[in-house]
């Protein structure tokens, strides 16, 4: 990325890591030393501390939060650092809040996990480690927090790190940044530490800016989820006698739209093309990813809500049958043959699973093959397969998050139960034609 690039630059990115790993005080370190924190809440900050500011505040939005000491939603901060604009969305760090992580890492570019460098590697740091890899961040920064712990030592550092290349090989990240700090004392967050001389790379905040995450993997396809159908324009008489034209509302979940495009609409397999893009404030020639608009074709169609429209070189996967990577997040364990609500985008079918395939051991990070009694359980990770009751648009999640995501709803109840990837098809006659 260039400097004129990086100039105008945004990144999205997710901090997680374990109860107590310090990753309030560190998002507090980041806005303090960067000065973004406002007058009035620093000066209230500063009415309830004896001596050191307790930065671990300034991150507390909620009562319960401040009561408990802890962070229980997902957080989303701002602040600017040189010629790069930040949005850190805090998740929580406690398993049963899991869900909020991955909330969190799946709008973001890029991961920091946090690490106690007195206590290692546990359990939670290996799901959430996990967890941003399944979801496609191509880069993550592990912060080995906490170093003054261990009177700032590097052999206790380059033992996480060694932990951590094992961890590798298994994992999708083209990168993976190592950072001993410690938050509470500003070491190699913002400012390089004199007390660990040992260690030559960036600080935290020097990374980031200079950090180049690949692009994400919705760029090549586009997808516009269709919300529901209006009146495009009351003054535009179409030749049908119908009065109006009919415009498709929604927003252009990946990829772009330029008028002139040919397009299919799913699951309905009809084509035509695309007459008229318009937003709020006017007229486009094209509509990118993010864009939300009102899309008026060529033809009239029967669409509604639900139906996806793709570009006709472009088309997505159709089918009844999906293959799918969950992280399951009900109190109630998973059981093969029960039916659930599945909602992708715009989209709601039924959805029955059939066979769990395996699930993940989040210590070894091994695929267990699934036994005839295998159920998943509050926050594993496994491959299933679903039946569903109406053919579902979709992507793999690997080549487009938009319509590779989707949730599990209890149908009794109405809690999400997983949240799902769909994997790429291994039985032909699903594309589209």
Known sequence: ???????????????????????????????YDNNAILDDQLAAIKSQSSDDIDLARLT?????EREQGITIDVAYRYFTSGTRKFIIAD?????????????AASNSELAVVLVDASKGIIEQTRRHIYLASLLGLSHL????????????????????????????????????????LSAYHGDNVVTASIRMPWYKGP????????????????????RFPIQYVIRADQHDKTKSGNGYARGYAGKVASGNFAVGDAVMVLPRLRKSRIKRILKYDGELSEGQTGDSVVIVLADELDVG?????????????????????????????????????????????????????????????????????TTLSLNQIGTVALVLSDALVFDSYANNRALGSFILIDETTHATAAAGLLLEPDFAGEQAP
């Open 1 to 31: 990325m260039s400097h004129a690039q990086l100039a105008t630059s945004l990144l999205r990115f997710t901090t997680a890591g374990s109860v107590d790993d310090g990753k309030s005080t560190l998002i507090g370190r980041l806005l």
């Open 60 to 64: 507390d939005g909620l009562r319960a």
């Open 91 to 103: 998740s929580p760090g406690h398993i049963e809040y899991t869900r909020n992580m991955i909330t």
């Open 141 to 180: 920064v592990v912060c080995v927090n906490k170093m003054d712990l261990v009177d700032y030592s590097a052999a206790a550092f380059n033992s996480i790190k060694l932990e951590l290349n094992a961890l590798k090989a298994r994992l999708r990240f083209s990168q993976i940044k190592v950072i001993p």
């Open 203 to 222: 600080t935290l905040i020097k990374y980031l800016q200079t950090v180049n995450p690949s692009p994400e993997n919705t760029a090549a396809y586009a």
């Open 305 to 373: 809500r639900g139906d996806v429209l793709v570009k006709a070189t472009q088309p997505a996967y159709l089918s009844s049958k999906v293959r799918a990577t969950l992280c399951w997040l009900d109190q109630s364990a998973l059981v093969p043959g029960r039916t659930y609500l599945l909602k992708q985008s715009t989209q709601l079918v039924r959805a029955r699973v059939d066979t769990i395939d395996d699930t993940v051991d989040i210590n070894t990070l091994d695929r267990i093959t699934a036994a005839g009694d």
